[in-house]
């Protein structure tokens, strides 16, 4: 069955360099995504995985873990896009039937976080360290942390506090933004936890939300509302931008290094997707 993928992987690699759109939805969706923001992808290397395989019937379905790599050209600038995702293979009598990524379960937990009067905590934000762990880590994770099966939230929080940014409010987890002793904030983990306290903190780690991701800098952060019900579910961090100064964001869960920022072509994406921009404080 290894064959039978590593045939599959080609052809949608093909898919992409004959700009064939009539079978992948995921093809077709990153060339529209592309297309539109006038970006060419000009070489694509997919490598899969086989996690496991099992066969039901005369079907079998193989778990895998693709690693795509976009090698795209904007304008004066190249650079590229890297996806880690989980995916079933099925097949039946040697012809594939489907190829899904998995959904993975989003972090929609709606916590309170409370806001504190405390004196104005200081510091300096070192953006280009935030995006230096961030490039570490993007396909990895740092021991020294717990990790979550959702790790979005935990991943951008790990890349704060490697710019500077100081915990407070331990050990209450409704209060500040902290991780230690085997314990964390809900901030720390829950995207919809961080967006509050990036929305709210006054003292410590704190941000403005500004309305165009053109004006997010290295380091800055973009929090994802897939369903539009107010209910954040993702976050980034932005770690370069593309010619037309557009944020290229790393992720964690389905891990991704320089994506382009507006998500359009994740499985999670809808039309009533809702996006927070949040650019640090700098004291």
């Not at 100064?245 to 009533?272: C, F, I, K, Q």
């Amino acid at each position: 069955m290894k064959t039978q993928l590593k045939n599959h992987l080609q052809a949608r690699v093909n898919q992409f360099v004959l700009n064939d759109r009539s079978v992948d939805d995921d093809v077709k969706t990153k060339l529209i995504l592309c297309e539109s923001r006038d970006a060419n992808i000009t070489k694509i290397v997919a490598n899969g995985k086989v996690l496991a395989e099992k066969q039901i019937d005369d079907e079998i379905i193989i778990r895998y873990e693709l690693h795509s790599q976009y090698f795209i050209t904007h304008k004066d600038k190249q650079y590229i896009e890297e996806i880690m995702e989980t995916r079933r293979a099925h097949f039946q009598n040697q012809q594939l039937l489907k190829d899904i990524c998995e959904e993975k379960i989003l972090n929609t937990n709606s916590y309170e976080v409370h806001s504190d009067d405390e004196e104005r905590v200081a510091f300096h934000y070192d953006r280009q360290a935030a995006v230096a762990y961030a490039e570490k880590w993007w396909n990895d994770y740092n021991p020294k942390f717990k990790k979550f099966d959702v790790d979005c939230t935990n991943y951008v929080s790990q890349c704060l506090f490697a710019g500077g940014a100081p915990m407070r409010g331990y050990p209450s987890r409704t209060r500040g933004w902290w991780m230690q002793n085997n314990n964390w904030s809900f901030s720390w983990t829950v995207a919809n936890a961080l967006t509050q306290y990036l929305s709210t903190s006054k003292t410590g780690l704190r941000a403005k939300q500004v309305s165009n991701p053109k004006e997010l800098k290295l380091g800055d952060v973009i929090c994802y509302d897939f369903q539009g019900d107010g209910r954040f579910d993702h976050t980034t961090i932005v770690t370069d931008h593309d010619a037309d100064g557009m944020p290229l964001v790393n992720a964690h869960t389905d891990n991704s290094r320089h994506r382009y920022w507006s998500y359009e072509d994740s499985t999670a994406y809808t039309p009533n997707i809702a996006y927070k921009f949040f650019t640090i404080i700098e004291d």
